[in-house]
């Protein structure tokens, strides 16, 4: 079975440092995927970033950096230049692939707020 | 245009009613799903539909049906309404890994 751990209920920042919001998994699997998403206080999902079991690099989209450590089966969300409207929840989720099985196994998130 | 869309966006209903959430998308994508994210935050898969074809059913009450008319849309009805189906209900769709989630419908049974 999958298992994703985000060990952080809350995470406070100030406006225009780093954060990085922990994410811990577990399967057997050798492929899979792992994904952050953030929800604001509006309640809609926005995917962020994408690393893949496979990929020898680490993900990078605009401020958001994936630090993938595939031994120590981690994959911590890094946001860079934190912004007010970072404040959000956020979840880390793994997908296993499985012919057409495409599920996502959600942790149970973390919520940050930025302050000015 | 909105990739996926959930229709209502609010549902406050009473204990023992029917209710349908309808989602559809627009992306030409393959694959459904529902999610019950509940009030602690935690979001957690219900149904899967691969081309109308149900693949994935987690331990969701048999109150819970899903139905897939064709590939662009995925209700989900509920019968017999208890007050612990208060949540919000996520649809999304995939082609591959990356899932596109709906705005979320947020039913509460009184």
């Known amino acids: 079975a999958q298992k994703i751990t985000q060990t952080q209920p809350g995470m406070f920042v100030q406006e225009k440092e780093a954060v990085t919001l922990d994410c811990t998994y577990d399967?057997?699997?050798?492929?899979?995927?792992l994904f952050w998403y953030k929800q604001p206080s509006s309640g809609e999902m926005i995917f962020l970033i994408y690393?893949?079991?496979?990929?020898?690099q680490n993900a990078t989209e605009g401020r958001y950096s994936l630090n993938f450590q595939k031994a120590r089966k981690s994959a911590n969300l890094v946001i860079s230049a934190s912004q007010l409207g970072d404040s959000a929840m956020y979840f880390c989720?793994?997908?296993?692939?499985?012919?057409?099985?495409?599920?996502?196994?959600f942790g149970k998130g973390t919520l940050l707020t930025v302050n000015p | 245009d909105t990739a996926v869309s959930q229709t209502p966006k609010y549902l406050v209903t009473q204990m023992g009613n029917d209710k349908s959430i309808k989602c559809e998308q627009n992306?030409?994508?393959?694959?459904m799903y529902w999610y019950k994210q509940d009030s602690k935050k935690f979001l957690k898969i219900m149904f899967s539909?691969?081309?109308?074809?149900?693949?994935i059913n987690e331990t969701v009450p048999n109150r819970f049906s899903p139905k897939s008319p064709d590939k662009a849309h995925l209700n989900l009805h509920i019968n017999s309404l208890e007050l612990g189906d208060s949540a919000v209900y996520f649809c999304a769709s995939s082609r591959l890994y990356e899932q596109y989630f709906g705005p979320g419908t947020r039913l509460t049974v009184t």
């Open positions: 992306l030409g994508h393959d694959t």
């Open positions: 989720a793994m997908l296993v692939y499985g012919g057409s099985n495409y599920k996502l196994t």
């Open positions: 399967t057997s699997d050798p492929s899979y995927g």
């Open positions: 690393q893949g079991s496979y990929d020898q």
């Open positions: 539909y691969n081309n109308k074809e149900l693949i």
